[in-house]
């Protein structure tokens, strides 16, 4: 047809022996796939607008749909691969820069699928966690340095505020505006029923779920979209986002698009308008600054809220760490490359940053070597996908563990990998009000518990085996872990022996 | 109102003095301590000396007048209240400011404005009676920038003034024709209607220092603001 | 074969003390004799014992006890302690030949006072600057090793039974108020002495029975402030957390035992106001420090000994009385070796510490 013609990536496959024309897969698909032929009297697609995010193949009544890769293929090599040379196109056809959403979809190490844990045989018991008492409650915040007593010799509670989880879980931050009313709602009610977290991400809190205040993370962005006094006090904890996994260095960008409504209101600025957030916090140009930040939100909020700050796991990491650890923070967030995000260059997703396994490993080393692991607590993200990553992460030292793109999967992500066109199908990632309905946040925060949960048995079943029966004891328990088919120096920097030894 | 000698006084305890107070507070020999009134709603200070950094941070109502002048970001996510300053302030004021209005007889540093919004009828105001630094308005995504460059011979704004900005506004009182702005923006000259917008906060400016309003209006005026709302849209390629 | 150190080597175990009330001294008959019924909860690959109230000559100096590979060793290690202290008093430790006891180290006790002057200039305290030359020693000094550091009291240990490192220390010569035993059955060793238990750090020793699972966070945070885990034992975790706690945080025994075998939650959360507070804020602020998997332990201090299981009660341990004296051990037929008269023997629950003070003035 022209230059610019690049044959669709997916193709829909309909059966139609079971097709009975009902047009559900029509009114099921924002992007326009599927239409009826009133010549041919039969279901058409035009595929090329498909995202392949299943929506259709799992509302047609009569199973008739699938979507299937293309084979439709160029002559691919080693080196030139059919993405790398679609993309060239893309951009010689555009001159844009290229973007994409959700976490680094490469194949680079997933250093947790390359770690083994520990179980007790002999020396020691392990644990039924079924019938005795196996504890997943963790404090995160600063511990004091030394104990002080009154003059009758009572120790006196000199503990900063502290957050109570119920497990190690939390949703990581997903601002409200890249995800809809509906799923901040789930997050928000299955946080509070399952004694938790959520992150109400850098796009301010919609009225309606201040009542969630307990279990709300309040995010301040470079962009402070939605931030004011009463927004601070909402919450339990208030996150400083210095960096993003998908996109470190890189600032947020909401496009006008999705500036509507409610979404224009809790962020405070004009329907239709960008909702900019500039890479750097522009009174953070270096870490004595971040010292400012955290100490203006602490004298805002009159100490009563500890202090996340989150950053992206980039090269020098374990040295940020030390810096954060040292400038009144009360918990850290480091979130790895393989995070997710709504939105982000897909050069940058795709190239920048490192794996959290490595990343947590440094940091926890440099910490401790420092002597001031206790002043802070470590949370990690960036693609926390099952409760052995939990696991693993605690083992390395972590306090805690975010999970964003797992809670989405549990609200009917596909994992489609389109958030940044608006068009969510499964009512996520988007602000159209006839596809936010679509997520039922009863159903929604449901599945989030029923996740959580199963993920706690998995946990106490991990613990039950290695003969701990608290969670405070796995963290940092680094002989628990076992390397497989790891190099000398991933094993050194993970801190861990490999199997067999 | 109650004077408060902060001397020697360590911020964390100045700042919880002056929430526990129930009355306006006077604060003398201030010398550096930083986040005075951050969060403040209902409370007058006066500030003899010279305030550390993240003055009227969040500040939400309050009324802080300065006799001296200001260090870096001052206003920051300030969300109502107004800031008087009779003197000068350093960089990033006003960062994020989305209510209130702050008001500076001297010059500003470099970003002042940065990524101010507004929504409806909560319009940020920032009025630089000198002049300022570069990156003025840096992201602005709304509210209203005023600077005057009184008795200035310097260029009244610095270099690259309005990058990223995508709305809210802007008057100069300066034909601007050394300046260079952005493609983003539009610049003209402001007519009297763009002036008559805007004269409420110049009238209290005036009030405030002692200016005349006439003067002050009876200049070349430039209008800058934003080409679009969406200045970045056509950069990307969906992937 | 890897020496404790260079490799993580699990052990089960027996332990035994016992102490008098009223500070009334006992040779180290009886304790050696109360290992013999336990003999088979130990393997021969290590005993030792731990003494309180041994030196009264030199009862206000640090008694250290150092094992040397060869005597090359002791010169190297002297020049630190001269360099430190001064010693008023360097002896070979006497011994018996026996043939169930054999590749015995050089095995010197030095009684020594650290300089005023240094500690002055370093602005330490006296014991924080002895705990400093024992583990630049033991972490510097390849072949050198100190077991014992107290004042006032030492640890005795080697490779074989309990009962046969007791007979060859001479411990019938020693006279104390509170004894602990030690016999080892790790699962591998080269059968090196520093291996064996009991494990001490000033006047803290611990003889302790288990393979705890919580090692590694414990010892990844108690390395945060100066500690060497140069062994990789459990033994030597635990010593230096109740280091940790007792003295420099300055905990008391029973706050000290309830970070280590903290309540469970739902255990706190019943507990009356006050002490759910203490009991909830010990374990916010330490949480790095709980122990969890099988162990009973005792922590022997001067002037007293402190009981303890584990929170879910995974090891054995019985307590029982008699007049001035308690004893404490594995099994109860430890306890009627020492005593057939034995009363109130019982088992404490788990977490819940056994704590005796000899009355003050009397040690």
Redesign the interface.
């Known amino acids: 047809m022209s230059i610019d013609y690049i044959y669709s990536e997916f193709e829909v496959v309909r059966n139609q022996n079971r097709c009975t024309n009902c047009r559900a897969c029509e009114k099921q698909c924002a992007n326009g796939v599927h239409y009826f032929d009133n010549d041919k009297k039969i279901m058409l697609a035009d595929e090329s607008k498909c995202v392949n995010c299943q929506r259709c193949v799992s509302f047609c009544p009569t199973h008739a749909l699938k979507i299937v890769k293309s084979d439709c293929s160029f002559r691919e090599n080693a080196n030139w691969s059919e993405q790398t040379i679609k993309e060239i196109y893309k951009q010689a056809n555009s001159g844009g820069v290229l973007l994409s959403s959700m976490g680094n979809p490469n194949k680079l190490p997933v250093y947790f699928d390359r770690i083994l844990i520990n179980a007790s045989q002999v020396t020691n018991p392990s644990i039924d966690p079924l019938r005795e008492p196996m504890e997943t409650k963790v404090f995160l915040g600063k511990k004091p340095s030394s104990i002080k007593r009154d003059e009758n010799g009572e120790i006196i509670n000199n503990l900063t505020p502290q957050l109570e989880l119920s497990i190690p879980v939390m949703f990581a931050a997903m601002s409200y505006g890249s995800v809809s009313y509906n799923t901040h709602k789930s997050l928000a009610m299955a946080a509070s029923k399952l004694g938790i977290l959520y992150n109400t991400g850098e796009g301010g809190l919609h009225e309606d779920f201040y009542v969630y205040g307990d279990n709300t993370i309040v995010q301040v962005a470079s962009g402070r979209f939605g931030v004011h006094e009463k927004y601070l006090e909402a919450g339990k904890a208030i996150e400083i986002k210095m960096g993003q996994g998908a996109k470190p260095g890189i600032g947020g960008h909401l496009p006008g698009t999705k500036i509507v409504g409610d979404v224009s209101r809790t962020r405070m600025i004009p329907e239709g308008s960008d909702a900019i957030s500039p890479a750097p916090h522009h009174d953070i140009y270096s870490i004595e600054d971040l010292r400012q930040l955290v100490y203006s939100l602490k004298e805002a909020t009159k100490y009563k809220k500890p202090i996340i700050v989150k950053v992206a796991t980039v090269h020098n990491i374990a040295a940020i760490a030390s810096g954060i650890a040292r400038s009144g923070a009360d918990i850290i967030a480091i979130d790895g490359f393989r995070g997710g995000t709504g939105a982000a260059p897909t050069r940058i997703r795709d190239n920048v940053g490192i794996p959290v396994e490595l990343a947590l490993a440094a940091v926890d080393k440099r910490l401790r070597a420092e002597g001031i692991r206790n002043n802070i607590s470590l949370i990690v993200g960036g693609s926390i996908r099952s409760a052995a990553d939990v696991v693993k992460a605690i083992a390395l030292g972590a306090d805690a563990c975010y999970i964003g793109t797992a809670a989405l999967l549990a609200l009917g992500c596909h994992l489609c990998r389109a958030c940044q066109i608006g068009k969510c199908n499964w009512g996520i990632a988007t602000q159209n009000p006839e596809l936010v309905k679509r997520l039922d946040p009863e159903l929604g925060s449901k599945r989030l518990i029923n996740l959580m949960t199963a993920w706690k048995h998995e946990i106490k079943e991990f613990m039950g085996s290695m003969g701990i029966n608290s969670i405070e004891a796995l963290r940092g328990n680094r002989l628990m872990l076992r390397g497989i088919g790891l190099n000398q120096k991933e094993l050194d920097i993970l801190g861990i022996s490999h199997a067999g030894e | 109102m109650i004077t408060i000698d902060a001397k020697n006084t360590r911020f964390d305890s100045l700042n919880e003095t002056i929430r526990n107070s129930n009355d306006d507070v006077e604060i003398v020999n201030c010398l550096g301590q930083r986040f005075i009134g951050a969060g403040l709603s209902n409370k007058s200070l006066t500030i003899k000396g010279t305030p550390g950094n993240a003055l009227g941070a969040y500040l939400n109502g309050a009324n802080i007048e300065i006799y001296g002048n200001v260090q870096d970001a001052v206003g920051d996510t300030m969300n109502d209240g107004e800031i008087i300053v009779h003197g000068s302030i350093g960089d990033a004021a006003g960062y994020a400011m989305r209510g209130g209005k702050i008001f500076v007889k001297g010059n500003a540093g470099y970003r002042a404005g940065i990524h101010m919004k507004a929504y409806k009828e909560k319009i940020p105001v920032l009025v630089i009676g000198g002049t300022t630094g570069s990156f003025l308005g840096e992201y602005q995504a709304g509210g209203i920038i005023i600077v005057l460059g009184i008795d200035s011979k310097k260029n009244i704004v610095g270099n690259f003034p309005c990058t990223g900005m995508h709305g809210g506004k802007m008057l100069l009182r300066s034909t601007c024709d050394k300046i260079s702005f952005p493609k983003n923006v539009n610049t003209r000259a402001a007519t009297k209607e763009d002036l008559d917008e805007v004269i409420t906060y110049i009238k209290e400016f005036c009030k405030c220092f002692g200016y005349n309003e006439s003067e002050i209006l009876n200049e070349k005026w430039t209008l800058v603001s934003p080409d679009s709302n969406n200045p970045y849209k056509q950069m990307y390629v969906q992937n | 074969m890897y020496k404790e150190g260079e490799v993580?080597i699990?052990?089960?175990c027996a332990i035994s003390a016992v102490i008098s009330r009223y500070g009334n001294k006992m040779t180290g008959e009886k304790i050696i004799e109360s290992m013999i019924p336990m003999h088979d909860r130990s393997n021969g690959l290590g005993g030792g014992f731990a003494a309180y109230g041994i030196y009264p000559d030199h009862k206000d100096e640090y008694a250290l006890h150092i094992f040397f590979n060869d005597k090359y060793r002791i010169e190297e290690c002297e020049r630190i302690l001269k360099d430190n202290f001064e010693i008023t008093k360097a002896e070979i430790i006497p011994t018996r030949k026996i043939p169930e006891i054999t590749d015995e180290p050089i095995i010197m006790r030095y009684f020594v006072l650290p300089f005023a002057s240094l500690l002055k200039s370093l602005q330490l305290d006296e014991k924080e600057f002895v705990v400093r030359v024992v583990m630049k020693i033991n972490t510097e000094v390849n072949g050198a090793y100190v077991f014992s550091s107290g004042k006032n009291m030492g640890a005795f240990k080697a490779g074989g039974f309990p009962e046969d490192v007791g007979k060859y220390y001479k411990l019938d010569e020693y006279e104390g108020y509170a004894w602990t035993a030690h016999g080892r059955y790790p699962?591998n060793t080269p059968g090196w002495w520093g291996g064996a238990h009991p494990f001490g750090l000033l006047d803290y020793t611990i003889v302790h029975n288990?393979?705890?699972?919580?090692?590694?966070?414990?010892r990844?945070?108690i390395?945060?402030?100066g500690y060497k885990c140069t062994l990789q034992t459990d033994t030597e975790v635990i010593t230096y957390i109740a280091d940790y706690l007792v003295r420099r945080?300055?905990?008391s025994f029973e706050?000290t035992a309830s970070v280590i075998a903290?309540p469970?939650?739902?255990t706190i959360k019943n507990k009356p106001e006050k002490e759910r507070?203490?009991l909830k804020?010990?374990r916010?602020?330490?949480?790095?420090l709980?122990?969890?998997?099988?162990f009973s332990i005792i922590l022997g201090f001067n002037g007293g000994l402190m009981a303890l299981n584990d929170?879910?009660k995974?090891r054995s341990m019985v307590v029982g009385e008699k007049d001035d004296k308690v004893f404490i051990a594995s099994e109860e037929a430890a306890i009627r070796t020492m005593d057939i008269n034995a009363e109130n023997i019982y088992s404490p629950m788990g977490g819940e510490p056994v704590i005796i003070k000899v009355k003050e003035g009397k040690y």
């Open positions: 993580r699990p052990s089960g699962t288990g393979d705890i699972s919580s090692y590694d966070a414990n990844r945070f390395e945060m402030f945080q300055g905990l706050e903290a469970f939650w739902k507070e203490k804020y010990l916010m602020v330490f949480p790095s709980l122990i969890t998997g099988p929170r879910l995974l």
